[in-house]
């Protein structure tokens, strides 16, 4: 079966860096993307990487590597209105969105 | 705001009821989705529409009926539901049905069935 795999919470203080990880198994892979969810709003895009390495834009970044099934979201000086639910997903083979579910980052002052 | 306005935003139904979610589309995007967001598990899609043709749809119940009358409009209608079908549903749309492309959301319509 397909399955994406990150944490379900994590706590950072304000100021400081944080890393997302997110591993997956599928079948196939055209890309992956970060979506941010802030509670009770939609989700947003933060990123898409189909090629291996890491894509800076901002205070966020987004690495990749294929060869290992693992990707990661880099926050840097983390501010309060980064706390939200970031969510993972993979395209798969047949360009169907596999999805994990979701890693809420709580940010304490 | 997205480019995707959904209504309305919250809906309690009995079982018996039958009500619609209605969402709509500004961006001028060729394929919308509905998705079932439940707590703490992945997002589930349910449907998808491609130039208004129903292009998947991910074994859901028929109480679940979508209706697609143009690219810029997407409404689920809810009939006989269930208590276990309580979630979120979001609507999203994107510029094709390729997959590729940025999904963009609307804030969804939170459903409580009784």
């Known amino acids: 079966g397909q399955n994406i795999d990150q944490p379900t919470e994590m706590t950072a203080t304000e100021g400081a860096i944080v890393q997302i990880n997110c591993t997956y198994q599928?079948?196939?892979?055209?890309?992956l993307f970060w979506y941010q969810q802030h509670a009770g709003e939609a989700p947003t895009f933060l990123s898409y990487n189909v090629l291996d390495g890491l894509e800076e834009k901002g205070r966020f970044s987004s690495f990749l590597s294929r060869s290992k099934g693992y990707s990661y979201l880099l926050l840097k000086e983390l501010q309060m209105k980064d706390s939200a639910s970031y969510l993972c997903?993979?395209?798969?083979?047949?360009?169907?969105?596999?999805w994990g579910a979701g890693t809420k980052l709580i940010i304490k002052p | 705001e997205t480019g995707v306005t959904q209504t309305p935003r919250h809906l309690v139904m009995g079982m018996t009821n039958k009500k619609s979610l209605k969402c709509e589309q500004h961006l001028g995007h060729n394929a919308m989705y509905w998705y079932k967001q439940s707590a703490k598990k992945p997002l589930e899609l349910m449907f998808v529409y491609n130039f208004k043709e129903q292009t998947e749809n991910n074994s859901v119940p028929s109480r679940f009926s979508p209706e697609c009358p143009n690219s810029s409009h997407l409404f689920l209608h809810l009939h006989t539901l269930q208590p276990e079908d309580s979630a979120l549903y979001l609507c999203?749309?994107?510029?094709?049905?390729?997959?590729?492309?940025?999904?963009?959301f609307g804030e969804g319509s939170r459903l409580t069935v009784l």
């Open positions: 999203a749309s994107s510029q094709d049905g390729t997959g590729t492309g940025e999904l963009f």
């Open positions: 599928t079948s196939g892979f055209n890309g």
């Open positions: 997903a993979v395209l798969d083979s047949n360009y169907q969105l596999i």
